[in-house]
């Protein structure tokens, strides 16, 4: 098992550009695994539930260089556990979110690393900004000065072919790119978090700087 692990991700680190960053996503993944992972190299870890993360956190102390990343749906009254144990928040998917988050971070003393969650397509599945409401909240997101703002996240609809998912990630790269033309303050773009174990070939192809990746490094989850 250890060894498929370090197999894996030594298989998927040959093929992603030096610029973009590998996340092993490893929610249902005990603590062991992640520590096996850890040992292949990988520093940066995804997970999204809190309590649930929280717990593989406590065993895992001992790894004081690793960077904790959430990627799932935060409900606000999880959210001060969030920015306590989370670097970066992936997942951030309405203007209410986020100003909760930066009221927190600004009591808390902390500067959480942010992405915007966004829906390029309508999807009753998922959170996140449509475009034209997110262009109208960023004036607000600019005055969140404890958010660092770091760039968009996408996860695309299910059931889409490969040049239709391509679409989803080359729009939100544009998207990013109008953002950060507009010169905001507080709002960085150069990040982009897309692509999954099925369709981080595309969002590589589309310029993507984070894989979200799970399953193709720990197997199908039960
Ligand atoms: C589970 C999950 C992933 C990883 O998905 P895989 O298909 O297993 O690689 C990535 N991003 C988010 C937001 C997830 O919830």
């Given at each position: 098992m250890i060894d498929t692990i370090h197999e894996r991700i030594h298989a998927i680190r040959s093929k992603l550009p030096e610029s973009v960053h590998l996340l092993a996503i490893t929610k249902t993944v005990t603590s062991e695994v992640i520590r096996s992972a850890y040992n292949a190299g990988i520093r940066d870890f995804g997970e999204n539930r809190i309590q649930e993360a929280i717990k593989k956190q406590n065993a895992l102390q001992d790894l004081t260089d690793i960077t904790w990343h959430f990627i799932g749906h935060l409900q606000s009254n999880k959210a001060k556990k969030a920015l306590q144990c989370f670097s970066w928040i992936h997942s951030v998917d309405n203007l209410k979110l986020a100003e909760h988050l930066h009221k927190l971070a600004v009591k808390l003393k902390v500067s959480p690393l942010v992405l915007l969650q966004v829906k390029i397509l309508p999807d009753p599945t998922k959170s996140g900004w449509h475009i034209p409401q997110l262009m109208a909240d960023l004036p607000t997101l600019n005055n969140f000065k404890n958010l660092k703002i770091q760039?968009?996240?996408?996860?695309?609809?299910?059931?889409?072919?490969?040049?239709?998912?391509?679409?989803?990630?080359?729009?939100?790269?544009?998207?990013?790119?109008?953002?950060?033309?507009?010169?905001?303050?507080?709002?960085?773009?150069?990040?982009?978090?897309?692509?999954?174990?099925?369709?981080?070939?595309?969002?590589?192809?589309?310029?993507?700087?984070?894989?979200?990746?799970?399953?193709?490094?720990?197997?199908?989850?039960?």
């Open positions: 760039g968009l996240m996408t996860i695309p609809p299910q059931g889409l072919n490969e040049t239709q998912t391509l679409e989803i990630f080359n729009r939100t790269r544009e998207l990013a790119v109008e953002i950060q033309s507009q010169n905001w303050s507080h709002i960085q773009m150069k990040n982009l978090s897309m692509g999954m174990s099925g369709d981080y070939h595309l969002a590589i192809q589309a310029g993507t700087t984070m894989v979200r990746l799970g399953t193709i490094l720990f197997g199908e989850r039960s």
